[in-house]
């Protein structure tokens, strides 16, 4: 039976939302998913907030001959450090009914203003009974907007094979007070190809700085009072079952 597609890309934009870079492989069945990243800067202060961006990246390989593709990511949920925060205010909205069916350069020329990263992926479709079907794509994310205290992004991807459609990712952040977790993310994760496609690579840069009412902002932002950045993620399959990570990412604190 053939499942429906893994937008890592979206789980790696998780780890963008948590303000940590995270590098970690998780095996489930005959499927490891590896993702890494890197915020900049790394050297942060140490009680006041800092603008940052992220770059997040990784690969989804089958393991043993796995001939089947990996199976769906319905859905992901990540709690990340009570040190870092999303900043959307002022910044332009996009909708996701203007990204539907909309190529990526179409993407850029309807939402361009509220463009917060930009990276490529590529893409594996596979029919029954046919060879593998490479696909790659640009990867847009958009703000959303906030409501009821509740922060969307979208993040956007356009293939052309087997037949032109795109994907839009949707991504739900509000605050927590949860311990060291600050920040509560779930994604909803769609299909592809009619669930015969799965995302083979993603990478990710994410991060803007914008002026509202006067004042200069960052969409991401990082404080370091401790040498390190938390973060957990849950990714919840097709299936009903679930991978859990939790990881650690240095910083150095200043001041």
């Not at 990784?58 to 319905?74: D, F, H, M, N």
């Not at 593998?132 to 009821?148: I, R």
């Not at 995302?199 to 009072?225: A, E, M, Q």
């Amino acid at each position: 039976m053939r499942k429906s597609v893994l937008l890592m890309t979206a789980a790696g934009a998780l780890a963008v939302l948590a303000v940590a870079a995270v590098a970690n492989a998780v095996t489930v069945g005959q499927t490891e998913f590896d993702a890494d990243g890197v915020f900049m800067p790394s050297a942060l202060p140490r009680n006041e907030l800092a603008p940052i961006t992220l770059t997040v990246f990784g690969t989804i390989k089958k393991l043993g001959g796995e001939s089947q593709p990996p199976p769906a990511v319905r859905e992901f949920i990540v709690e990340t450090d009570k040190n870092g925060t999303i900043d959307v205010a002022g910044l332009p909205i996009c909708k996701a009914g203007q990204l539907v069916a909309q190529t990526s350069a179409k993407a850029r020329a309807i939402c361009g203003k509220a463009l917060i990263g930009q990276g490529k992926t590529e893409v594996g479709i596979d029919f029954e009974d046919q060879p593998e079907v490479p696909a790659k794509s640009e990867l847009l994310m958009f703000n959303g907007g906030v409501k009821g205290g509740v922060t969307t992004l979208f993040v956007h991807a356009y293939l052309t094979v087997p037949v032109p459609a795109a994907i839009v990712t949707t991504l739900k952040i509000k605050k927590i007070h949860k311990g060291r977790y600050g920040l509560l993310t779930i994604g909803s994760v769609p299909k592809i190809a009619g669930g015969a496609g799965w995302v083979k690579s993603f990478n990710l840069k994410i991060g803007k700085k914008f002026t509202y009412k006067g004042k200069r902002h960052s969409l991401l932002n990082l404080k370091c009072p401790d040498g390190k950045v938390q973060v957990r993620a849950e990714a919840v399959f097709e299936d009903k079952t679930r991978a859990k990570i939790e990881l650690v990412k240095p910083c150095t604190p200043k001041g």
